[in-house]
Nanobody, 119 residues
Framework: QVQLVESGGGLVQPGGSLRLSCAAS????????MGWYRQAPGKQRELVAS?????STNYADSVKGRFAIARDMNRVYLQMNSLKPEDTAVYYC???????????????WGQGTLVTVSS
């Protein structure tokens, strides 16, 4: 059983900052890519940022220069600066992992954390 637990969402004023955290726990053999997605009301879920096991990062154009993704062991973080109202969404952690050496990679999702940017 593998679980992703997210934290750090909340209400912030435009221009403010938030830091999201996601911790993977359970029977984990190895972790490949980790990332953050978001889904705004009435919109499809979209990739915000991802980071490979080697540390290569990828960002959505809308957040480049404002957001930064990092990872440490079984945790992934998303530092969000200069937040805008259009960043308002539920943010989901996403991890590709194996539960054993011979298992395939599984895609696991967190429960989501709400980020609201409003004055």
């Amino acid at each position: 059983q593998v679980q992703l637990v997210e934290s750090g969402g909340g209400l912030v004023q435009p221009g403010g900052s938030l830091r999201l955290s996601c911790a993977a726990s359970g029977s984990i053999f190895s972790i490949n890519a980790m990332g953050w997605y978001r889904q705004a009301p009435g919109k499809q879920r979209e990739l915000v940022a991802s980071i490979t096991s080697g540390g290569s990062t990828n960002y959505a154009d809308s957040v480049k220069g404002r957001f930064a993704i990092a990872r440490d062991m079984n945790r992934v973080y998303l530092q969000m600066n200069s937040l805008k109202p259009e960043d308002t969404a539920v943010y989901y952690c996403n991890v590709d992992l194996k539960v054993s050496a011979v298992a395939r990679y599984l895609e696991v999702w967190g429960q989501g954390t709400l980020v609201t940017v409003s004055s």
